[in-house]
């Protein structure tokens, strides 16, 4: 059993129209509807699986990563950073060997990801997320702009999960970091890293056990009720297991905004990271808990579909002249959803530079591209199409791009 010391933490204060000429851009920040690939996209990574080390907010600050198995320099992989409890420490998340060495890695995701994630694990100060003066937060912003600018990752699929202490340190990443994360799973978490800003939607993945009498069931939901207001889900008691029961339930909220889903886990059980249903204490091997959160985490668009079944479909056509072309690109939704903030990313041949665009923004202007919808095009219903291009100097070669990739799925090309 893993055992959290219940402490106080600090609070934290924390247009254009249709066919409009756009500049191309530089970086921008990641955002969960605008960003796609890293920049460490393409890059010979020097990163490896292991400990690092880097500076933040003027302090030696450390994590554990964990590269995939047969990285793919040209694929955009999940990022998911998991927090320890009060008293644990990187090597135990990395590892999983307070519960089972190896099967509870990473909270038992490693095994469920199938190479197909970046696995960060923090290391707090003395051993907790106290989060002063938000500087744990700012230690997260640091490691993701280290990791992303070597390794490709999926900016639409960062996520952050822990239990305790590590909890408290999702939550607040929840609430300061709303359009970084995707997702974030709260276990058996309490307010102790502050909640600075906490009004932006999130999709939030609450767990919590019964008879917990380290950190209180009642903080637990009082920690979900605030993203069913914040992601505008309709108000209910989902329903709990009895005590005695040595069970669980998992209730998805109805009515919430698209893209926000609420989802909240409740088991009989008390303080534990991996409870099993049918007995007491932690298991690494028959709990439940690993595979609800990896179902919460891989609902959303990833950068691994399965083959075949492309849910967008992409037209360019180009029009070129001396040492210039146009291209225009017809994106549509073949899927069943609509879909709320689009990215495409495409790489042009070599010595194609874009030079201006029109309804999407576009950056770097060579190389791996990514083009981000505006405010006016942001959502493409299911059967319908969004239009659009850009003008670029040429070198000769004047072919299209050979795939294109929505969200991190790949497309259709007619």
Same mark, same amino acid.
């Given at each position: ?25 530089? #970086? ?10 890293? #920049? ?58 307070? @519960? ?32 002063? $003066? ?43 970091? +709303?359009? @970084? ?15 600075? $800003?906490?009004?932006? #939607? ?16 009642? $903080?637990? *939901?009082?920690? *979900?009720? *605030?993203? /069913? ?12 297991? =009895? ?5 669980? *339930? /998992? ?9 926000? #889903?609420?989802?909240? +886990? ?26 609800? @959160? ?37 994106? =549509? ?13 495409? +790489?042009?041949?070599?010595?194609? =530079? ?14 791996? /591209?990514?083009?981000?919808? @505006? ?19 040429? =070198? ?15 497309? +259709? /090309?007619?």
């Amino acid at each position: 059993m893993l055992v959290v010391l219940s402490m106080g933490g600090t609070a934290l204060g924390a247009g254009h129209g249709e066919n409009t000429p756009r500049a191309v851009s530089g #970086p921008v920040a990641a955002t969960v509807s605008t960003a796609a690939a890293s #920049p460490g996209c393409g890059k010979t990574p020097a990163l490896t699986s292991g400990t690092h080390t880097i500076q933040s907010s003027g302090e030696n600050r450390s994590f554990i990563l964990r590269v995939p198995d047969g990285y793919d320099r040209n694929r955009a992989y999940r990022l998911v950073f998991g927090f320890h409890w009060w008293g644990g420490t990187s090597t135990d998340v990395a590892t999983g060997r307070t @519960v089972e060495t190896g099967t509870w890695a990473y909270y038992g995701l490693q095994r469920l990801a199938n190479n197909s994630a970046v696995f960060v694990a923090p290391q707090g100060l003395g051993n907790g997320w106290a989060n002063s $003066g938000g500087e744990d937060v700012t230690f997260v912003d640091d490691m993701i702009r280290r990791i992303e600018a070597d390794l490709c990752v999926d900016t639409t699929q960062r996520f952050a999960l822990g239990f305790s202490y590590g909890a408290a340190m999702s939550y607040a990443l929840a609430c300061s970091r +709303a359009t @970084v994360f995707r997702a974030v799973a709260v276990q058996s978490g309490g307010q102790l890293s502050g909640c600075g $800003g906490g009004t932006q #939607p999130i999709a939030y993945l609450g767990v919590h056990g019964l008879r917990d009498s380290v950190l209180g069931i009642s $903080g637990g *939901r009082a920690m *979900r009720d *605030r993203f /069913v207001r914040n992601n505008g889900c309709s108000v209910q008691n989902p329903p709990e297991p =009895t005590q005695g029961s040595l069970t669980h *339930r /998992v209730t998805t909220y109805s009515g919430c905004s698209a893209g926000h #889903p609420v989802a909240w +886990a409740a088991f009989d059980e008390g303080h534990i990271a991996a409870p099993q249903d049918g007995a007491a204490g932690d298991s690494g091997s028959r709990t439940w808990l690993p595979g609800e @959160v990896w179902k919460f985490f891989t609902q959303f668009q990833t950068s691994d579909p399965t083959p075949g079944t492309a849910t967008c479909r992409v037209t360019d056509t180009v029009s070129v002249w001396n040492t210039g072309l146009t291209s225009n690109i017809t994106i =549509t939704n073949t899927g069943t959803t609509t879909i709320d903030g689009w990215s495409l990313v495409f +790489a042009l041949p070599d010595g194609q =530079t874009v030079t201006s665009g029109w309804n999407a923004d576009y950056s770097p202007a060579s190389g791996r /591209v990514t083009a981000r919808n @505006v405010s006016h095009n942001a959502t493409i219903a299911p059967g319908a199409s969004v239009g659009i291009g850009f003008q670029a100097t040429h =070198t000769g070669d004047t072919a299209t791009p050979l795939s294109f990739t929505l969200n991190g799925s790949t497309c +259709a /090309v007619t």
